[in-house]
Antibody
Framework: EVQLVESGGGLVQPGGSLRLSCAGS????????IDWVRQAPGKGLEWVGR??????????QYAASVTGRFTISRDESENSLHLQMSSLKTEDAAIYYC???????????WGQGTLVTVSS | DIQLTQSPSFLSASVGDRVTITCRAS??????LAWYQQKPGKAPKLLIY???TLQSGVPSRFSGSGSGTEFTLTISSLQPEDFATYYC?????????FGGGAKVEVK
């Protein structure tokens, strides 16, 4: 069974940093691209960024709203993905989901999400 | 960036109704479009990919059509478990973008 589990969310002050993690199981983690998608309270979905797969040498892509502040990285040994967030703004507050991308290129399996709150 | 506009944003419907949601892209995206269903407090669920391919395990009352810039998600006979918010997502190029969502409510 494909599973994705996010962790690391919490309360952080504006300007602060936080590191989210995503652990995958039930599939060959390195074979798949993985996306981060967020959802602010009561709002719609926003794509944050993508880690390519091993064949892509884990190339990353980011939304303009987070470029230069967020960094996606992989830990092959632990089948995990990380989202390092810095210079956090109040508008970054959201549930952050990690999402597996299928071999056909479409995000298919979603984790349960982890909540990030940015407030002083 | 490619923008996706969903319509309507809200619709009230009854069990058994045929429901259609539209997603319009600001540029041609071929068939690089997916549809997701999200229920309150839950992660989204993939329904349709490549504009018209039903994801495994999704009931056949859901269907998708379109290519280019205009796409539709149709629920042929609305069931109680289908009251939810539906999002389209394009994968034509980076950045990926979602439509604003379409909430299907009980009439």
């Amino acid at each position: 069974e494909v599973q994705l589990v996010e962790s690391g969310g919490g309360l952080v002050q504006p300007g602060g940093s936080l590191r989210l993690s995503c652990a995958g199981s039930g599939f060959i983690f390195s074979d798949h691209c993985i996306d981060w998608v967020r959802q602010a309270p009561g709002k719609g979905l926003e794509w944050v960024g993508r880690s390519g797969n091993k064949a892509d040498r884990y190339t990353t892509q980011y939304a303009a709203s987070v470029t230069g502040r967020f960094t996606i990285s992989r830990d092959e040994s632990e089948n995990s993905l990380h989202l390092q967030m810095s210079s956090l703004k109040t508008e970054d507050a959201a549930i952050y989901y990690c999402v597996r991308v299928s071999r056909s290129g479409f995000p298919d399996y979603w984790g349960q999400g982890t909540l990030v709150t940015v407030s002083s | 960036d490619i923008q996706l506009t969903q319509s309507p944003s809200f619709l009230s419907a009854s069990v058994g109704d045929r429901v259609t949601i539209t997603c319009r892209a600001s540029q041609v995206i071929s068939s690089f479009l997916a549809w997701y269903q999200q229920k309150p407090g839950k992660a989204p669920k993939l329904l349709i990919y490549a504009a018209s391919t039903l994801q495994s395990g999704v009931p056949s009352r859901f269907s998708g059509s379109g290519s280019g810039t205009e796409f539709t998600l149709t629920i042929s006979s609305l069931q109680p478990e289908d009251f939810a918010t539906y999002y389209c997502l394009h994968l034509k190029s980076y950045p990926l973008t979602f439509g604003g969502g379409a909430k299907v409510e009980v009439k």
